[in-house]
């Protein structure tokens, strides 16, 4: 077993697919959705790890939602209908009691997911497939590092407020604007940094890069995850590999999206 299986577990999840309901939509902050949406086939559902994803589909407009199928060589869809689009999002949380699925959506641009949370209300439909598994951090850091932008900010938010008593951990988030910080309910110590562009365009800015070159880490033995724009998330991960000693089977660095190419997916959540 190498080192990096000793840290990280691999735990598959049986594919399902579900049709859910959105029972509320409220703005945590004037750009992120909070969206909570129901289904009795929710019962079961599993997301292990703070950075699982979930595949969401979304109706063509004014035509039905057709949700498709594990097939041997791939995912089946049901022929005759349109085929929904579908984009990555991480489960923010899941309450097994209620079988409701709480996710977070950045409200930017047009895009399809982002035209839908602006205007999803109690009833409307979602598709739901995954996750198909998880990465389980098994081993304990002596503390933990964050980094991303608000597209990373459900799968940092949810670390916070999961991490046990006691754990010690450093956020870096960059976002549009000071009204855009979250409050967040954790038993962890934690040290909070907020970014904000103040108008500039996203990915254009080496905000994050700067913001950790300058920081002062503990020298015990941490732990990253860095996700958000791809040359970003790169760039993090060559500093703290080649300026700061992190072991690289101690570093998760995700792309979640990439300045000016509007198809790329890396296959990780938004």
């Not at 984009?87 to 035209?115: K, M, Q, W």
């Not at 002596?142 to 980094?147: A, E, P, Q």
Request: charged content about 25%; proline content about 6%; cysteine-free.
């Amino acid at each position: 077993m190498t080192t990096s299986e000793k840290i990280i577990e691999r735990v598959r999840h049986e594919l399902k697919f579900r049709l859910a309901s959105v029972v509320s939509n409220t703005r945590l902050t004037p750009n992120m959705a909070r969206i909570i949406v129901h289904s009795p086939d929710l019962a079961g559902f599993k997301s292990l790890a703070y950075d699982d994803h979930v595949k969401l589909f979304f109706a063509p407009e004014g035509g039905e939602l057709a949700l498709p199928r594990p097939g041997p060589n791939g995912l089946i869809f049901p022929e005759g209908v349109p085929r929904p689009e579908g984009r990555d999002y991480t489960p923010r949380a899941f309450d097994p009691v209620t079988n409701n699925l709480t996710l977070d959506f950045v409200i930017h641009g047009e895009g399809i997911a982002t035209s839908w949370a602006a205007t999803a209300k109690p009833g409307d439909q979602i598709g739901i497939g995954g996750p198909r598994g998880s990465f389980v951090v098994r081993a304990e850091f002596d503390w933990y590092l964050l980094v991303g932008d608000e597209t990373a900010l459900p799968a940092i938010g949810r670390r916070i407020e999961e991490l046990p008593t006691g754990a010690n951990v450093m956020a870096f988030v960059e976002i549009a604007t000071a009204a855009e910080r979250q409050q967040f309910e954790t038993n962890a110590s934690l040290d909070m940094h907020w970014i904000a562009r103040n108008g500039m365009t996203p990915g254009k800015l080496d905000l994050l890069v700067q913001a950790i070159a300058a920081a002062r880490f503990p020298e015990t033995q941490g732990y990253a995850f860095v996700a958000g724009e791809a040359a970003m998330s790169k760039a993090v991960r060559e500093h703290l590999i080649g300026a700061r000693g992190f072991d690289e089977d101690h570093i998760k660095a995700a792309g979640y999206w990439r300045l000016g190419d509007a198809g790329f997916d890396d296959g990780h959540a938004h």
